[in-house]
């Protein structure tokens, strides 16, 4: 079983439908990062966080560290919102800041 | 993310030659952070370095592969030898010193192929 799993690994979406992806993690953390892979393969960093909630624009990451569970919502999905969601951790053992773990990526295809 | 540069974007090697990867970090970021993603795979961490100094090299295959962060210029990732396996895209990444709290910057990734 792998530390970081998430789900689904696939999602094909409506233009304009609320989005959730899951993320499960079987460490102890200090930090969850939630990261956007475009087509195109470069990497965008979304949320990075250890507690509680953020939002970015229409993006919304929330964390429950006793669940060891995160969701990432996107509201009013857009095709250009297509890309792979990666989900990260970096373990509480006290390894460094960039030593991460990551899920396998949840492939999401917005169609107009 | 515009800011942490990688190049060459895209590099073809013949099986027993070198391959070397390039990155640049975001203005004012000293730690450097490399990870490979194997095709059909997550991506894995490979290396953490501050300015001449590795850090973390847990993620490192322990042969053909090293890294370097020199006082000047840009951080290095260096495959000797390379073979059919390593056949990945590398991704770069920086962040500030300072606190843990800092957010990681990638870059857009170098897809090396060999054949």
């Known amino acids: 079983k792998n530390e970081v799993e998430q789900s689904p690994q696939n999602l094909t979406a409506q233009e304009g439908e609320f989005i959730t992806i899951n993320c499960s993690y079987s460490?102890?953390?200090?930090?969850l990062h939630w990261l956007q892979q475009h087509p195109g393969g470069g990497i965008v960093s979304l949320f990075m966080?250890?507690?509680g909630k953020k939002k970015h624009g229409r993006l919304i990451a929330t964390i429950n560290i006793q669940e060891k569970h995160s969701s990432l919502h996107i509201t009013a999905s857009h095709p250009r919102d297509s890309a792979v969601y990666i989900c990260?951790?970096?373990?509480?053992?006290?390894?460094?800041?960039?030593?991460?773990?990551f899920g396998k990526g949840t492939k999401l295809s917005v169609k107009p | 993310n515009a800011g942490v540069m990688q190049n060459p974007r895209h590099l073809v090697r013949r099986r027993g030659q070198e391959a070397r990867l390039r990155c640049s970090p975001m203005?004012?970021?000293?730690?450097v952070y490399w990870y490979r993603q194997l095709p059909e795979e997550g991506l894995k961490f490979m290396v953490y370095?501050?300015?001449?100094?590795?850090?973390?090299e847990s993620g490192m295959p322990k042969e053909r592969f090293s890294a370097e962060f020199p006082k000047e210029g840009p951080s290095i990732l260096r495959i000797q030898q390379v073979v059919r396996g390593d056949s990945a895209a590398y991704f770069c990444?920086?962040?500030?010193?300072?606190?843990?709290?800092?957010?990681?910057?990638f870059g857009e990734g170098s897809w090396l192929t060999v054949v």
């Open positions: 990444a920086s962040s500030q010193p300072g606190s843990s709290g800092n957010t990681i910057y």
């Open positions: 460490v102890g953390i200090s930090a």
């Open positions: 966080l250890s507690s």
């Open positions: 990260a951790v970096r373990g509480d053992y006290g390894g460094s800041q960039g030593n991460l773990i």
């Open positions: 203005k004012g970021h000293s730690h």
């Open positions: 370095l501050q300015k001449e100094n590795i850090i973390d």
